[in-house]
């Protein structure tokens, strides 16, 4: 089985490539627009001669790692089209360890797009619901690039909420930045265009609640006051249903990536994945401990998929060490 994914810009030519490279014979897993305009991809495989189709055994193991994803597909709540949509290119592909083609799945069925560690052309602004862990990724994500010696501005709009201020300008000063404080979209314009050029800028948010536009509304004024790049900070645990909701909210005010956080604190992981795809969202970063240094990663499929067959970061940025490893065994045991 040849799988191979085409991208073009619009559907009609992405299936004339698929044609053009794998014939009329070629079977399509999936397609899907790719986030922000880029056009639309096609995933799609060709049997080899002599194979008898998707499902096809091809040799020992082949049922246990097809039952294992499924098992850990079903145990993050992943259910569904979405569910279908990654068994039918995980049997697509070969199948000696599950991590692997569940990564080839993953990949197929979403878009990965770490935020840039260099000089930024647009801010980056972090939406979400309340203690999603916003705040906590601007710091993070200032201090990896203090690390890296990259020029960095961090802004607050959070500048209501008791504590707000003095939570991110204390992580500030430790990283000797100075915090910029924006209480008005105005404000916000005032300090972008203040910027030197190519200037790494994360702005932090004040909670909103998807469901109130009271809240939702000024976010919006705040996004584009900046003309930022919205990211989405989406914690893990979310109810899948709930999680597809919020996801879609956030993308209508202009999310296009999705930073995943608490993966530490949570077991299922169903939510982002729901999420990312309901709402289209590019996946970005993943967050994997409450401290600023640490436990921050760009996510990949393969990363992704480890994450939903054992549940923590490869090591050095490690979940919390106490916490019980989510092994394949706790998966069957939750599904049956
Ligand atoms: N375990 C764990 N805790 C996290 C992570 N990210 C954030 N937290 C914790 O979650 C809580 C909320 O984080 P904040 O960064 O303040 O969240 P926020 O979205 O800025 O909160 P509001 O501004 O009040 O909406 C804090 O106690 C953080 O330490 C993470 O990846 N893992
Ligand atoms: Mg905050």
């Given at each position: ?10 559907m009609a ?83 000696a360890d ?198 921050l990663k ?39």
């Amino acid at each position: 089985m040849r799988l191979k994914i085409f991208t073009a810009p619009t559907m009609a030519q992405a299936m004339a490539q698929v044609r053009r490279e794998l014939g009329e014979d070629a079977i399509i897993v999936s397609s899907q627009r790719v986030p922000k305009g880029r056009g639309f991809r096609i995933t799609a495989a060709l049997e080899s001669e002599g194979e008898a189709g998707l499902a096809a055994p091809a040799g020992p193991g082949r049922g246990e790692a097809v039952d294992s994803i499924r098992q850990t597909l079903a145990y993050h709540g992943i259910a569904g089209d979405l569910a279908e949509r990654l068994l039918k290119t995980v049997e697509a592909l070969d199948l000696a360890d599950p991590v692997m083609p569940l990564a080839g799945a993953i990949e197929a069925s979403f878009s990965f797009a770490p935020l840039p560690e260099r000089l930024g052309e647009r801010p980056f602004a972090f939406i979400g619901t309340p203690g999603s862990g916003k705040t906590t990724m601007v710091a993070k994500l200032a201090a990896r690039a203090v690390i890296a010696g990259r020029p960095v501005r961090v802004i607050t709009t959070d500048t209501i909420r008791a504590g707000a201020v003095a939570q991110l300008g204390a992580i500030a000063r430790v990283l000797k930045l100075e915090l910029g404080e924006a209480k008005t979209p105005a404000d916000l314009t005032r300090e972008v265009k203040a910027l030197a050029a190519g200037t790494l800028t994360f702005i932090d948010t004040q909670a909103a609640n998807p469901y109130d536009p009271e809240t939702t509304a000024p976010l919006r004024s705040f996004i584009e006051a900046a003309e930022a790049e919205a990211v989405l900070v989406h914690p893990a645990g979310t109810e899948v249903r709930e999680s597809a909701e919020v996801a879609e909210i956030f993308a209508r005010l202009g999310a296009t990536r999705l930073v995943a956080t608490r993966v530490d604190a949570a077991r299922r992981l169903g939510g982002l994945l729901a999420g990312a795809d309901a709402a289209g969202l590019m996946f970005s970063e993943v967050s994997a401990s409450a401290k600023i240094a640490g436990g921050l990663k760009p996510l990949s499929p393969l990363l992704l998929a480890r994450l939903l067959f054992t549940g923590d970061l490869p090591a050095p940025s490690a979940a919390a060490p106490d916490k019980p490893s989510r092994g394949r065994t706790s998966h069957s045991e939750a599904v049956t």
